[in-house]
């Protein structure tokens, strides 16, 4: 049963307040929330504040505690704290079919009120060994939403670590071509000197290809 909007609103900020007296004990510096929330469709909303963050249709509301660096630049760390579901239960990490998505790592800057995605790990479900990370700079700007757009596609297009790469890279390249069609042509260029890769992982290359195509 889902939560009613009073239900998750308290939760959110037990989690928030309880987060607040525990870094207080080894943080001096202004401390403030962050608040994503995923949508029935898979859109990703941010938020700063918790009544706000509480809207129709949320499948996810991912708590993220901001430590405030006072130096050039004025430089805000997030760092994840939990995930609520529609239901109530409060999870460490995100699983879909296949995969698990965690360690997720961000940086924001406090004049443009930017949330950059910086990294992120994923692990085949009930496999910790078969897992990989992403990394990013905080230069590529790149999105939570297009984090989640990510973790969906390779839920539903890979099945190793190995393929996951692949994936990223392809998702990466895809980004850049922003408007213009990326064909697989163009794709494989990019990684020629790997050919005992394209070789191993033509199967997912062909995925790659129906789904520009489309």
Request: charged residues 25%.
């Amino acid at each position: 049963m889902k939560m009613t909007d009073l239900q998750r609103i308290e939760l959110i900020t037990s989690i928030s307040n309880y987060a607040v007296t525990d870094y207080k004990q080894r943080w001096a510096g202004k401390i403030s929330f962050t608040y994503f929330t995923i949508s029935d469709v898979n859109d990703v909303r941010v938020f700063t504040n918790a009544v706000s963050s509480v809207h129709p249709n949320i499948k996810y509301t991912f708590i993220c505690i901001c430590l405030h660096y006072q130096h050039y630049g004025y430089r805000i760390d997030i760092e994840p704290l939990s995930v609520i579901d529609q239901i109530g239960n409060i999870l460490s990490d995100m699983t879909l079919g296949l995969w698990c998505m965690s360690g997720l790592k961000f940086e924001a800057n406090h004049y443009s009120q930017s949330r950059t995605v910086l990294g992120a790990k994923f692990n085949v479900n009930n496999n910790i060994e078969s897992k990989f990370s992403i990394s990013l700079e905080i230069k590529d700007q790149f999105t939570f939403q297009e984090l989640w757009n990510f973790f969906i596609e390779l839920d539903a297009h890979c099945k190793s670590p190995e393929e996951g790469n692949i994936y990223f890279d392809y998702f990466l390249q895809r980004r850049k071509a922003e408007q213009n069609i990326l064909t697989i042509e163009e794709y494989k260029s990019e990684i020629k000197d790997k050919s005992d890769m394209i070789k191993s992982y033509e199967a997912l290359l062909r995925k790659i290809e129906s789904l520009i195509t489309i």
